[in-house]
């Protein structure tokens, strides 16, 4: 695998805040920086929108970051019916909601209010596993490492209530309702809710305005609709929180937090380390799957925030996210201070990401991993 290092300067929050326009848009660069990016600009103009008509995709959204902030972001299509969508549109993330929710935690036990090792009861515990013990030895690493016990929902059992199907910490398995757990124990431990949380900690901090998961932040109608299978639309239907899925943000605002993981001193050493350590090597499972083993990684696992795909010479940290309207992606490889978002309103988007990511990312493995996961729609 060859590496190169592709650098772009950064794209100030003022400028951000200001961008209407609906394709490739960028401030400013040194001349050679503005020619690389000119023909970025002229490569997507002309690229993306037959790509969004062939797999009927309404729109799409990306931004490049390093931990000077945003490079280049770029939105396309419709955000929704007649609308064009824009470099502020707001798309509904799916599962990388999971990514700014663990940074929240994170930030919140970097300030002393939480230890992650320490089991959350009694301050919380959800009153459907009250009775059992497994209650009492849940911590947040578990949850954040999805670790948790819990299935991925609740209502995925029977009767429709929470139940552990195994011992915390003991294996994997991947979790909406650990992530919500954890976070209604810092709600309560900080007495706010969190939605202000996320806010407080982690999308203020990193200058990211365009990012909610109500229509009641202030930031007027710059929410997408998304695209069912069958066609139809759905509007944003934002009643409450979830750490888990459904916040709305712009790719953009998504990178700057990346921006800021990216950024040396964004937590302290030790918290560092956690981030970015594997928590559960995952790597003989996920290498079984027929074609993921030509391109397997040294090894990958769960970590506190998302997947990380160890290679030889650097370490992809990536969140994916997909409903039946949206599809979502976020990685990031500090050896190379590189991140990216993308984010479109339909599950057919992901068909385009290793597209839009091999342009700015040369690790060819990684790139067939989104490949793969493309077609696995």
């Known amino acids: 695998m060859t590496l190169k290092l592709i650098t772009l300067a950064a794209v100030s929050t003022s400028f951000l805040a200001s961008l209407t326009g609906c394709a490739s848009q960028a401030v400013a660069q040194p001349e050679n920086e503005t020619r690389y990016l000119s023909r970025q600009h002229a490569h997507f103009d002309a690229l993306i929108p037959g790509l969004l008509e062939a797999h009927n995709v309404p729109a799409i959204t990306f931004a490049v970051v390093s931990s000077d902030g945003v490079g280049f972001a ?49 301050v ?66 900080t007495g706010s809710s969190f939605d202000e949380l996320i806010r407080t900690y982690t999308l203020e901090p990193a200058g990211a305005r365009y990012a909610a998961f109500s229509h009641e932040s202030g930031l007027g109608d710059n929410f997408t609709w998304s695209k069912l299978p069958d066609g139809s639309f759905v509007e944003a239907d934002m009643q409450t929180w979830s750490a888990a899925d459904d916040l709305y943000g712009s790719a953009s605002a998504v990178g700057l937090v990346l921006s800021n ?11 560092e380390a956690d981030r970015r350590t594997i928590q559960f090597d995952m790597t003989e499972g996920f290498c079984s799957q027929g074609p993921i083993a030509a391109i397997c990684p ?62 700015f990312y040369d690790n060819e493995d990684f790139i067939a991993f989104l490949e793969f996961q493309g077609s696995q729609e």
Request: hydrophobic letters at 45%; proline letters at 6%; zero cysteines.
């Open 74 to 122: 770029a939105a396309y299509g419709e955000a929704r019916p007649g609308v064009p969508a824009t470099t502020q549109s707001m798309f509904n993330m799916a599962s990388v909601t999971k990514l700014l929710a663990s940074e929240t935690v994170l930030q919140i036990a970097d300030a002393g209010l939480i230890d992650i090792d320490v089991p959350m009861a009694p």
């Open 261 to 271: 993981m990216l950024t040396e001193g964004s937590l302290s050493a030790e918290l």
């Open 124 to 189: 919380f515990v959800d009153p459907d596993v009250a009775a059992d013990p497994l209650s009492q030895r849940l911590t947040p690493r578990h949850a954040l490492a999805h670790q948790s016990g819990f299935p991925n929902w609740r209502s995925m059992n029977d009767d429709g209530r929470l139940a552990f199907q195994f011992e915390p910490g003991t294996r994997p398995g991947y979790s909406g309702e650990g992530y919500n757990y954890v976070a209604r124990y810092v709600a309560q431990i």
């Open 298 to 359: 040294n090894a990958m696992g769960f970590t506190l925030t998302g997947i990380a795909f160890e290679y030889a010479d650097e370490t992809v940290f990536w969140q994916g996210g997909g409903d039946a309207g949206e599809s979502a992606v976020a990685f990031m490889v500090p050896e190379r201070d590189f991140g990216m978002v993308i984010i479109a309103n339909s599950a057919s988007g992901r068909r385009l990401f290793s597209t839009i990511a091999e342009v």
